[in-house]
């Protein structure tokens, strides 16, 4: 045996674990780095379009619609609803994709068209994908469930988040019912005009002049009993904000005063502004409310006990300011303006392909209630077992956590992928949630809206007007 001396071992062991580091592979080589290819670019239409798809891409591409962007501001491309949810997707595996529209505003007929475009981009670059759903949230959930009933053919299943489910012509009858209560009842000799606008500095100015009217009514009481009723008429929840006090049950003026500030909202973002850009596209006034009856209308909200309280505290009739709305001059539609919301953007009820829905309970730009609108078209047509809708107990709109989000879509493709609904209940959301990413909220909730204050859809030709 030949015995070493300890120079000699020491030499030999350096020797060995040289030979060692240089026999071992690269970091890269041994463990290949996770990398996203990201692409971006422009559609025929001038749309553009960008695409995240990772390395061990699992196969399903999920379309994303965005939501409404103001006409004249920015409007980029987006292919998931915000980076939080989009990183835990890319780490599943799934690749995303979106365009931005050719317009921005009231735009479904360059919204469907460009997202169909960019799905095909997506396949000539990427190769046809296993799975694709079709996903989007606020104003994308309409364009989404639109793709769902004209284009099924290009998708396996869809999920709509807050989405204007309930259509176009639908959305606008109810943004018109609570700015005419306001004005009828606040500022009945006033000349504000609230259709028929022709221009944006229009619309900014009946805005601005009904906003002054409740800002100075939410001083006394009568007039915070008449703001109450007009939210009522939108079903504005009395929790819409995540940054509000949420009120008790019997808290009346502090429902109220959550409820005015949505109004506010309300009469800022869609009452005016939006509209006119809507009316325009659709060549007239597309929203009418001859022939309601408020009183009617009233008693069907989620939100009547309120309005009830505060006029008896503020010794005040209802039933008189009720009859003085039944009584007012009524706004007549445009049919041709009304054909074409109708024609683009209201629903037939025909689903092909499976749907989920999940909506908060405490939104006041698009009520929960939209989801009642579509669940009544969805029967009428037939297609009531592709459906399923789900809610998250919380205010404001659109405001799901990433986790939420993932379990919504994982519930839908375990439907695309064996055939049936499985753990659509709250505690397997929740469940599916926290496994999906424990870090952020998981609050679905039992919920059941109250029917939607005037749906209107192609499954009801009877309704028509």
Request: charged share 15%.
């Given at each position: 045996?030949?015995?070493?001396?300890?120079?000699?071992?020491?030499?030999?062991?350096?020797?060995?674990?040289?030979?060692?580091?240089?026999?071992?592979?690269?970091?890269?080589?041994?463990?290949?780095?996770?990398?996203?290819?990201?692409?971006?670019?422009?559609?025929?239409?001038?749309?553009?379009?960008?695409?995240?798809?990772?390395?061990?891409?699992?196969?399903?591409?999920?379309?994303?619609?965005?939501?409404?962007?103001?006409?004249?501001?920015?409007?980029?491309?987006?292919?998931?609803?915000d980076e939080a949810t989009k990183a835990l997707l890319l780490k599943e595996g799934y690749a995303v994709v979106g365009s931005?529209?050719?317009?921005?505003?009231?735009?479904?007929?360059?919204?469907?068209?460009?997202?169909?475009?960019?799905?095909?981009?997506?396949?000539?670059?990427?190769?046809?994908?296993?799975?694709?759903?079709?996903?989007?949230?606020?104003?994308?959930?309409?364009?989404?469930?639109?793709?769902?009933?004209?284009?099924?053919?290009?998708?396996?299943?869809?999920?709509?988040?807050?989405?204007?489910?309930?259509?176009?012509?639908?959305?606008?009858?109810?943004?018109?019912?609570?700015?005419?209560?306001?004005?009828?009842?606040?500022?009945?000799?006033?000349?504000?005009?609230?259709?028929?606008?022709?221009?944006?500095?229009?619309?900014?100015?009946?805005?601005?002049?009904?906003?002054?009217?409740?800002?100075?009514?939410?001083?006394?009481?009568?007039?915070?009993?008449?703001?109450?009723?007009?939210?009522?008429?939108?079903?504005?929840?009395?929790?819409?904000?995540?940054?509000?006090?949420?009120?008790?049950?019997?808290?009346?003026?502090?429902?109220?005063?959550?409820?005015?500030?949505?109004?506010?909202?309300?009469?800022?973002?869609?009452?005016?502004?939006?509209?006119?850009?809507?009316?325009v596209r659709a060549g007239g006034n597309m929203s009418w409310n001859t022939g309601v009856d408020y009183a009617a209308m009233?008693?069907?909200?989620?939100?009547?006990?309120?309005?009830?309280?505060?006029?008896?505290?503020?010794?005040?009739?209802?039933?008189?300011?009720?009859?003085?709305?039944?009584?007012?001059?009524?706004?007549?539609?445009?049919?041709?303006?009304?054909?074409?919301?109708?024609?683009?953007?209201?629903?037939?009820?025909?689903?092909?392909k499976p749907q989920f829905d999940i909506h908060t309970t405490g939104d006041a730009l698009v009520p929960v209630q939209t989801?009642?609108?579509?669940?009544?078209?969805?029967?009428?047509?037939?297609?009531?077992?592709?459906?399923?809708?789900?809610?998250?107990?919380?205010?404001?709109?659109?405001?799901?956590?990433?986790?939420?989000?993932?379990?919504?879509?994982?519930?839908?493709?375990?439907?695309?992928?064996?055939?049936?609904?499985?753990?659509?209940?709250?505690?397997?959301?929740?469940?599916?949630?926290?496994?999906?990413?424990?870090?952020?909220?998981?609050?679905?909730?039992?919920?059941?809206?109250?029917?939607?204050?005037?749906?209107?859809?192609?499954?009801?030709?009877?309704?028509?007007?």
């Amino acid at each position: 045996m030949t015995t070493r001396t300890p120079t000699a071992r020491r030499t030999a062991c350096a020797a060995a674990l040289l030979l060692a580091v240089t026999a071992l592979p690269t970091a890269a080589a041994a463990a290949p780095a996770t990398t996203t290819s990201h692409v971006e670019g422009q559609l025929p239409s001038g749309a553009t379009y960008m695409m995240d798809v990772p390395a061990d891409w699992n196969g399903t591409v999920l379309l994303f619609s965005h939501g409404y962007n103001e006409a004249g501001r920015p409007n980029p491309a987006q292919d998931a609803p915000d980076e939080a949810t989009k990183a835990l997707l890319l780490k599943e595996g799934y690749a995303v994709v979106g365009s931005s529209y050719a317009t921005a505003g009231w735009a479904v007929t360059d919204a469907v068209p460009d997202q169909l475009a960019a799905l095909s981009t997506f396949t000539d670059r990427f190769g046809t994908a296993h799975r694709t759903l079709a996903w989007g949230r606020s104003y994308g959930g309409l364009v989404t469930t639109a793709l769902a009933e004209r284009h099924p053919d290009r998708i396996d299943g869809s999920l709509s988040m807050c989405g204007l489910v309930h259509g176009g012509v639908a959305n606008w009858n109810n943004t018109l019912d609570p700015v005419f209560a306001l004005k009828t009842l606040l500022a009945p000799g006033s000349d504000t005009p609230l259709t028929g606008l022709p221009d944006q500095a229009a619309a900014t100015d009946a805005a601005n002049a009904l906003t002054t009217v409740v800002d100075s009514a939410q001083s006394t009481p009568a007039g915070r009993a008449r703001i109450a009723l007009a939210a009522a008429l939108h079903n504005i929840p009395v929790w819409n904000q995540p940054t509000q006090t949420r009120p008790a049950a019997t808290d009346w003026d502090g429902q109220q005063a959550n409820q005015y500030e949505a109004v506010k909202g309300l009469l800022k973002i869609a009452a005016f502004n939006r509209r006119q850009e809507a009316e325009v596209r659709a060549g007239g006034n597309m929203s009418w409310n001859t022939g309601v009856d408020y009183a009617a209308m009233l008693g069907r909200s989620s939100v009547s006990k309120e309005v009830t309280e505060l006029y008896k505290k503020a010794g005040l009739s209802l039933r008189a300011d009720l009859a003085t709305l039944n009584r007012a001059p009524r706004i007549s539609a445009d049919p041709a303006a009304v054909a074409w919301m109708s024609r683009t953007s209201s629903f037939t009820g025909r689903l092909a392909k499976p749907q989920f829905d999940i909506h908060t309970t405490g939104d006041a730009l698009v009520p929960v209630q939209t989801e009642s609108a579509l669940r009544r078209a969805v029967t009428a047509a037939g297609s009531a077992p592709l459906l399923r809708q789900a809610y998250v107990g919380n205010a404001g709109h659109c405001t799901f956590s990433a986790a939420e989000q993932l379990a919504a879509l994982h519930t839908l493709e375990d439907r695309v992928a064996t055939g049936s609904w499985h753990d659509t209940d709250p505690d397997s959301l929740n469940t599916r949630a926290a496994a999906a990413d424990p870090t952020s909220p998981a609050r679905y909730v039992a919920y059941r809206p109250a029917p939607y204050p005037r749906p209107y859809d192609l499954a009801h030709p009877a309704d028509r007007r």
